[in-house]
């Protein structure tokens, strides 16, 4: 099984909204990321949980807050966004790299995310 | 400071010609690893074919193969007998081994790949 998940497949939300992004993966990874991707752009790194603890955070604005309860979930809380923050969210998983020399990642469906 | 350039903004091959997507990149640690994604129009982020520095042999992946060229850091992506399905936005990336402790998957721009019936 090499599926990550990822929740809701697509968002609306208005600029005083709360939400999350939920992604999930049951392959025993212990590096999980959060990228941004706008259209036709290739995706940008915003955070790294790495044995279920932030080890980058890309300069990210505090709107956007990353959470890894355990090591199978890793979920995205959003407040208070703005429309330029519309974008697809895609979450990616992978064997730690410091455990093997170098793996595959694989990256759930993504959520697409519309700010209004 | 981690570098991969795709030089090929968009393409048009044929269906069932063979097609190359360029890729170089550019890293100073000894260790690392080197992806190819292929991106439909629904965005999904498809996993294809993996290269790590230390491996003897090019990858291959069913149609897929990786001409894994180390000394000029080099790592292109071969699809024989292309189909039309895959027409596709595709992606390298890479990311730097154990002796860096960034563990980020940096992407090229990637190429926009068109099969033509």
């Known amino acids: 099984d090499t599926e990550v998940t990822q929740t809701p497949k697509h968002l609306v939300m208005g600029m005083t909204n709360k939400k999350s992004l939920k992604c999930e993966q049951h392959?025993?990874?212990?590096?999980m990321y959060w990228y941004k991707q706008k259209a036709k752009k290739p995706p940008e790194l915003m955070f790294v949980?790495?044995?279920?603890?932030?080890?980058i955070n890309e300069s990210v604005p505090s709107r956007f807050s990353p959470e890894c309860p355990n090591s199978s979930l890793l979920n995205l809380h959003l407040h208070a966004l703005q429309p330029e923050d519309s974008a697809l969210y895609l979450c990616?998983?992978?064997?730690?790299?410091?455990?093997?020399?170098?793996?595959?990642?694989?990256f759930g469906q993504g959520t697409r995310l519309t700010v209004v | 400071a981690q570098k991969i350039t795709q030089t090929q903004p968009g393409m048009f091959v044929q269906e069932k010609e063979a097609v190359t997507l360029d890729c170089t990149y550019d890293?100073?640690?000894?260790?690392?690893?080197l992806f190819w994604y292929k991106q439909p129009s629904s965005g999904e982020m498809i996993f294809l074919i993996y290269?790590?520095?230390?491996?003897?042999q090019n990858a291959t992946e069913g149609r897929y193969s990786l001409n894994f060229q180390k000394a000029r850091k080099s790592a292109n992506l071969v699809i024989s007998a292309s189909q039309l399905g895959d027409s596709a936005m595709y992606f390298c990336?890479?990311?730097?081994?154990?002796?860096?402790?960034?563990?980020?998957?940096?992407f090229g721009k990637g190429t926009r790949l068109h099969i033509l019936p």
């Open positions: 990616a998983s992978s064997p730690r790299s410091d455990r093997v020399l170098n793996t595959e990642a694989f």
């Open positions: 392959m025993g990874h212990r590096a």
């Open positions: 949980y790495s044995y279920e603890k932030l080890s």
């Open positions: 890293t100073s640690d000894p260790s690392y690893g």
């Open positions: 290269q790590g520095s230390y491996d003897q």
């Open positions: 990336a890479m990311r730097e081994g154990p002796m860096n402790r960034d563990d980020k998957i940096i």
